[in-house]
């Protein structure tokens, strides 16, 4: 049976249909926008998820930098957009340190230390250090990253605070067995494997480019900067650099003057002489001299099994031929071999350093000479071996101005692996050498906003 369609249905029908698809293309529109917006809210949080761990990422890298080739920068300012508190000046002393490390390039600075990358595949920088700032009352450091993707606008800041702690580096290696504020080591030995360390203050890299990598001296770059030739051996480590030497033992009134003096034949303490001070019961003597000069089969001994011995040298020493200075010690088998003394016990200290460049001293060891077991300490002098006798010249520890070595292969120092126990032991201060820096627990974290 056929329906009929009445015309006023026909007038409907359109309307319907319309509305209909209208309806349909709203809510698609709005799956759409709201589709669009869901993406746009997943790649921002995406973008702010990557560039916080850039940010982060970078912050690490930065502070293991700093608590290694880096470490005299944890209690410098490096602010130059005053980005963090107080906001006043704008500090750069990154750039100029005045303790600079080894392998430190000013026109490196920014590829090292300021920028980075994460991963390091990546073609572009990832991170930046935008600041950081010490607190000398806090003992503080506050240090703000940047992060960004490549190809992206997108970045984040991280800002963390943690505590800087300063404290002496009791590391064996960090004690010098021989130092020097010059040193031309030739083909001298430093023996000793935890002792034997050379130390220079004014040494220097001659091409840090070459000869460091991963900010670190390579080497033979050390061995070029102390002046080693091919047959020197440094059996501990090489380092470049300041250290806090110990105030300079002058000599106390009452020290018995001994003027120019040759010691042949000399035995020391002598039955007269007395002692300036006793110490947990170890008297110590001391003995004020113009000059030392020794040579030929010239010997003098120092007896420090139940004393202490300081010379304190206002001029030279000048040994040769065979002239020795026997440190003995009754019974003693534990300093270099039977019966001879503890090298912590006899001391010869020079002039205190004027301040200026040139020495105003000289020590010198000629042929076979050797002043045997015993601590020197000459801020002043220069100091060198040439010839050199049976091994070792010298078992004990050398200090000066400047070592001037020779192309001698017998000329050693053999430092006793306890010598800075020996030192401390007899009341020395040979613990604030070299002060380490650290960062410790972050005591505040935060994202900053975009905006500085």
């Known amino acids: 049976m056929t329906q009929r369609i009445r015309v006023s249905d026909q007038g409907f029908a359109l309307p319907a249909i319309l509305g209909m698809g209208l309806l349909m293309l709203m809510i698609a529109t709005t799956l759409i926008i ?55 000046g704008a500090p750069n002393q990154w750039s100029t340190p005045p303790e600079p490390p080894p392998c430190f390039d000013a026109s490196q600075l920014d590829t090292i230390l300021l920028n980075g990358r994460i991963p390091t595949t990546v073609a572009a920088n990832t ?29 984040a800041r991280v800002q963390q605070t943690f505590n800087v702690s300063s404290i002496p580096s009791l590391d064996p290696a960090n004690f010098p067995g021989l130092y020097g504020d010059r040193v031309n080591l030739g083909n001298n030995d430093v023996l000793g494997a935890i002792g034997g360390n050379v130390f220079c203050k004014n040494c220097l890299l001659a091409n840090t480019a070459t000869q460091c990598i991963n900010g670190q001296p390579t080497q033979g770059g050390l061995r070029a900067a102390i002046g080693a030739l091919n047959n020197g051996v440094v059996q501990g480590q090489i380092r470049l650099g300041k250290i806090s030497l110990p105030r300079l033992p002058t ?26 001070s006793i110490d947990s019961g170890v008297p110590t003597y ?40 026997k440190n003995v010690c009754t019974g003693c088998t534990s300093y270099g071999g039977t019966n001879l003394g503890n090298p912590a016990r006899f001391s010869i200290y020079g002039k205190p350093d004027d301040g200026d460049t040139s020495y105003d001293q000289e020590f010198t060891l000629n042929g076979g000479a050797t002043p045997s077991n015993v601590f020197i300490y000459a801020p002043d002098a220069r100091m060198g071996i040439n010839g050199g006798s049976s091994s070792p010249d010298i078992y004990g520890a050398v200090w000066v101005k400047e070592w001037n070595g020779s192309n001698s292969n017998n000329a050693d120092i053999s430092v006793p692996n306890n010598m800075r126990s020996l030192l401390r032991l007899e009341g020395f201060n040979v613990d604030n050498l070299i002060t380490v820096y650290r960062t410790s627990a972050n005591t505040r974290w935060q994202r900053r906003s975009q905006e500085p």
Do not use: C, H, W
């Open 286 to 325: 001391s003995y004020a001299l113009d000059s030392l000069t020794m040579s030929g089969n010239n010997i003098m001994r120092v007896n420090t099994t139940n004393a202490r011995i300081n010379f304190y040298v206002r001029g030279n020493i000048t040994m040769s031929g065979n002239s020795q200075i």
């Open 34 to 88: 709201k589709a669009q917006g869901d993406q746009t809210t997943a790649i921002a949080q995406r973008d702010t998820a990557e560039t916080l761990a850039l940010a982060e990422g970078g912050s690490s890298r930065t502070l293991g930098m700093l608590n290694s080739n880096y470490q005299s920068f944890l209690i410098l300012n490096y602010d130059p957009n005053n980005l963090l508190p107080p906001n006043t």
């Open 251 to 276: 000599a106390p009134t009452g020290a018995i003057p001994l003027g120019n003096f040759s010691g042949n034949g000399v035995q020391l303490p002598g039955l007269r002489d007395q002692p300036i």
């Open 127 to 155: 991170y930046t250090v935008e600041a950081y700032r010490y607190d000398t009352t806090t003992q503080t450091g506050t240090l703000l990253v940047k992060g960004y993707p490549p190809n992206s606008t997108a970045f």
